[in-house]
């Protein structure tokens, strides 16, 4: 847990439920920071939850919000990925009548809304059930670059270069920043820049969620798989001005010991310009002060 030093009732809290890329994985080398995928509980006081992508880890994520009876959520998807959407047929909120779940994502590149693209994706034979199913009365919202509320809460999406139309979010609530960019396509091997999208959700942040998948080794055989190295991920932290960056999106070859070697030399070379952590499963991040 890091804390920033201000009570929880005044801050974005941000928790972490799945942080893996990909494909869920496990394994005794992968417990620490968790074999799930995609998906982060952002809570704000006085606000009904939001969630960020609704990988496998939203099963659990969903388990507590159930517990916590919540009877309204907002889920924002970057893309829809099945790393990205899986845990949505096991997310307790949409299975549990008299609970509205509202689901944010990007527009599809041949036109399908993205609860159309939702019913193709779950139906015989790869899965049983379908969205209509569901007994959670769901809404679905369609975006490209854009700017809304959700109560006090101002999201801006903003395309990212990633495969197949892909957002990021930015989040500003009571003068605090999020910025979340799951699944992002550096330009090339070693080359360092960022678009004007992802730079607009990132300038300036508290905290920055950041796809995390490659080494830099590892990157060139895979430089046009959608996503970026460890040290890209800082590079844009440090050049969009963020308070911290929290590593995400973990490839599942990286086990418990490779995270902490990455996150160590990272510290290391870059710890003096913005502050480095690794997200794990299970553990939070509060933003205030
Ligand atoms: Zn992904
Ligand atoms: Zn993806």
């Known amino acids: 847990m890091h804390h920033y030093g201000v009570r929880i009732g005044e801050a974005f809290t941000i928790s972490f439920f799945g942080v893996r890329g990909s494909t869920?994985?496990?394994?005794?080398?992968?417990?620490?920071?968790g074999g799930n995928t995609s998906s982060v509980l952002v809570d704000a006081p006085g606000?009904?939850?939001?969630?960020?992508?609704?990988?496998?880890?939203?099963r659990r994520l969903g388990q507590r919000l159930v517990g916590e009876g919540v009877e309204r959520v907002t889920c924002l998807l970057s893309h829809l990925h099945w790393d990205h959407v899986q845990g949505l047929p096991f997310f307790p909120m949409a299975l549990r009548p008299g609970t509205r779940v509202d689901i944010h994502g990007p527009s599809q590149d041949d036109g399908r809304t993205i609860g159309e693209a939702f019913r193709d994706m779950w139906k015989e034979p790869a899965f049983p059930v379908t969205i209509d199913d569901l007994p959670a009365e769901l809404?679905?919202?369609?975006?490209?670059?854009?700017?809304?509320?959700i109560g006090d809460v101002r999201i801006t999406t903003r395309t990212v270069p990633h495969i197949g139309h892909t957002l990021g979010y930015r989040l500003d609530w009571n003068g605090r920043s999020l910025a979340y960019v799951s699944d992002h396509q550096q330009p090339g091997v070693d080359v360092y820049e960022v678009s004007d999208g992802v730079r607009e959700l990132c300038t300036g942040v508290d905290l920055l969620i950041h796809d995390a998948q490659y080494t830099r080794d590892e990157f060139g055989p895979k430089a046009a798989w959608g996503h970026c190295t460890v040290d890209y991920a800082v590079w844009v932290a440090i050049e969009c001005e963020v308070g911290t960056v929290a590593l995400y999106h973990h490839d599942p070859t990286h086990d418990d010991d490779l995270l902490d070697e990455i996150v160590t030399r990272l510290r290391a070379e870059h710890g003096d310009a913005v502050e480095i952590v690794m997200a794990a499963?299970?553990?939070?991040?509060?933003?205030?002060?």
């Open 139 to 149: 809404t679905f919202v369609d975006h490209a670059d854009d700017q809304f509320a």
């Open 24 to 33: 869920p994985c496990d394994g005794r080398d992968l417990q620490r920071y």
């Open 47 to 58: 606000h009904d939850p939001i969630v960020l992508d609704l990988g496998t880890g939203s």
């Open 281 to 289: 499963e299970g553990t939070s991040l509060v933003l205030g002060g």
